[in-house]
C-alpha cells in the first residue's frame, strides 16, 4: 500500500508523518532518565536508578530498543525531509532562500531549547548545523548518498575504536607506572604528572564514586528552587552540548545517517514503496541487531557494570553506530510492514498527526519533564526507578498523543511548526 491510499494531504507522506511520530515519543523514552536521573545513570544502571527486578528489564529494553534508535529514525526522516525540501526549493515557485532560512531557524529553536529549557542533549542545534553543511548533497543519486553514508558511518566506528584501543593503552600505561611505584622505584617526572592526572580524573572513583557524585547531583537539583540555580548546575552541560567542535565525530555520525536518510527517501524505502521482502529482510536485520546489543550488555552486567572492561568495550564502541542503525531500520520495516498488513489503523492515524507536530512534542516533552523533576518545579528528580519511569513516560505520551490530535483537527500544523515555517517564508518574501 502506498501513501497516496491514506495521506492525510497531498503535500504529506503518511508514512514519514507515521515514523516521525513514532519516534520523537520514542525519544522521550530514554530523554526522560536523563530529566529524571543523574546524566551518569543514564548508560549505567548500577549508577542510580536501580539495576535489578523490573529495572533492570526496563534497562535491558531501553538499551537494545530506544538508545539511540529513536534518534536515528529522527535522523534519517531528516535527511529525508531535507532531500524533499531541496526537490521543492528547485521547483518552480520554490526558494533555496527559505531552505536556508529554515535550516537557521531551527539552529535557533535548538538553542533557545537547550539554554532557556534546559535542555543540555538537544538535537535540534545538532541537526540544523549538519544541514547548514550538507544540503546540497540532498540532490545527489541515492546509489552515491548511500555510499555516503555508509563509508561515514563506518569511519566514526573506526574513530570510536580508536579512542576505545588508546583508552585500554593509557590504562595498561598507567598500571604498570602504578606498579612501579608500589615497588618503590621512583618515576620521571613525566610520568608522575601523567599518573597524578590520571589519578584525578572522576572515572577512577569506580562505581562508589560515580553513586556518590549522582547522590549529590540529586540533592543539588532538588535544592535549586528556581530557573536561575537550575541554570547554573547546567552551565557546563549546555556548553558542551554547543560546542560543535569539540563533538566533530558525534556531528559526522549525524551527517552519515542523514546521508542514509537521503538515499532510503529516494529509493522509496522511508516513503513505504518498497517491496514487502525488503521489509522483511530489514526487520529481520534490525532484530539480530538488537539482540547483539542485548547480548554485549548481557555480558557487560555479568562484570558487575564495570567499565573499562576490555575487549568488551572495544566490541561495544566499534559496534554501536552500526547496531542502533540496523535497528532504526528494523523498527522502520516494522511499523511499514504494520500498515502493510492491517492497513492504516486509528493507531497508525493517531502517530502520524503526532508527527505532523514533531517538534512542538518534542519542546513540550522538555517543558513537562522539567516541571515535574528539576527543584523550581515539583522536584522530584532522583525520586523515581528506571521501571517508575518507563510508565510515568508512558502517560505522558499518551497525553501528548492526544493533545497533538486534538490540536490539529483544528489546525493544518502544529503551534511551533506554524512559526517555524512563516519565519522561513517571511524570510523568503522579504528578499
Not at 566533530?248 to 516513503?271: D, K
Request: glycine residues 8%; hydrophobic residues 55%; proline residues 3%.
Amino acid at each position: 500500500m502506498t501513501s497516496s491510499a491514506f495521506a492525510p494531504t497531498p503535500q504529506r507522506i503518511a508514512e514519514i508523518d507515521l515514523l516521525r511520530g513514532f519516534a520523537v515519543l520514542g525519544i522521550f523514552v530514554m530523554n526522560l532518565m536523563g530529566f529524571a536521573l543523574p546524566l551518569d545513570a543514564y548508560g549505567n544502571p548500577a549508577v542510580a536508578g536501580g539495576d535489578a527486578g523490573w529495572d533492570r528489564v526496563a534497562f535491558y529494553l531501553q538499551d537494545a530498543l530506544f538508545d539511540g534508535r529513536m534518534r536515528a529514525i529522527f535522523c534519517l526522516l531528516f535527511g529525508a525531509s531535507l532531500a524533499i525540501s531541496l526537490d521543492r526549493a528547485r521547483a518552480p515557485g520554490g526558494s533555496i532562500i527559505s531552505l536556508h532560512r529554515r535550516n537557521f531557524w531551527l539552529v535557533v529553536i535548538g538553542l533557545l531549547h537547550c539554554v532557556l529549557l534546559q535542555m543540555p542533549g538537544d538535537i535540534l542545534f545538532d541537526y540544523g548545523v549538519v544541514a547548514l553543511v550538507i544540503w546540497s548533497f540532498a540532490g545527489a543519486r541515492a546509489s552515491r548518498l548511500l555510499a555516503a553514508g555508509i563509508v561515514m558511518v563506518a569511519l566514526v566506528a573506526a574513530f570510536n575504536l580508536s579512542n576505545s584501543l588508546s583508552s585500554e593503552r593509557t590504562l595498561r600505561d598507567m598500571t604498570e607506572l602504578q606498579q612501579l611505584v608500589s615497588a618503590g622505584e621512583t618515576l620521571a617526572e613525566n610520568d608522575r604528572e601523567r599518573l597524578a592526572e590520571w589519578l584525578e580524573q572522576p572515572e577512577r572513583a569506580g562505581l562508589a564514586g560515580a553513586r556518590e557524585k549522582a547522590r549529590q547531583r540529586i540533592q543539588d537539583i532538588r535544592e535549586a528552587r528556581s530557573w536561575t540555580a537550575t541554570w547554573v548546575l547546567w552551565t557546563d552541560d549546555m556548553a558542551e552540548s554547543l560546542n560543535v567542535t569539540q563533538s566533530v565525530e558525534y556531528l559526522a555520525a549525524i551527517a552519515g545517517v542523514m546521508f542514509l536518510g537521503m538515499a532510503l527517501y529516494r529509493l522509496g524505502f522511508l516513503a513505504g514503496r518498497a517491496a514487502t521482502q525488503t521489509y522483511v529482510i530489514m526487520l529481520a536485520i534490525g532484530l539480530a541487531a538488537s539482540l547483539c546489543s542485548h547480548l554485549l550488555t548481557r555480558v557487560w552486567a555479568a562484570t558487575g557494570w564495570v567499565e573499562g572492561v576490555y575487549p568488551l568495550d572495544h566490541w561495544y564502541y566499534v559496534g554501536y553506530e552500526p547496531l542502533r542503525i540496523l535497528s532504526a531500520l528494523g523498527w522502520v520495516s516494522a511499523i511499514i510492514l504494520s500498515v502493510r498488513l492491517l492497513g492504516f489503523l486509528g493507531i497508525h492515524r493517531a502517530l502520524a498527526a503526532t508527527g505532523r507536530a514533531a517538534l512542538s512534542v518534542y519542546l513540550s516533552q522538555t517543558i513537562i519533564a522539567t516541571i515535574l523533576f528539576y527543584g523550581w518545579g515539583f522536584g522530584l528528580y532522583g525520586a523515581f526507578s528506571r521501571g517508575q519511569l518507563m510508565l510515568i513516560a508512558l502517560v505522558i505520551l499518551a497525553s501528548l498523543v492526544i493533545a497533538a490530535n486534538l490540536w490539529l483537527a483544528r489546525n493544518p500544523q502544529g503551534p511551533v511548526e506554524s512559526v517555524w515555517r512563516r519565519l522561513s517564508q517571511a524570510a523568503t518574501a522579504s528578499a
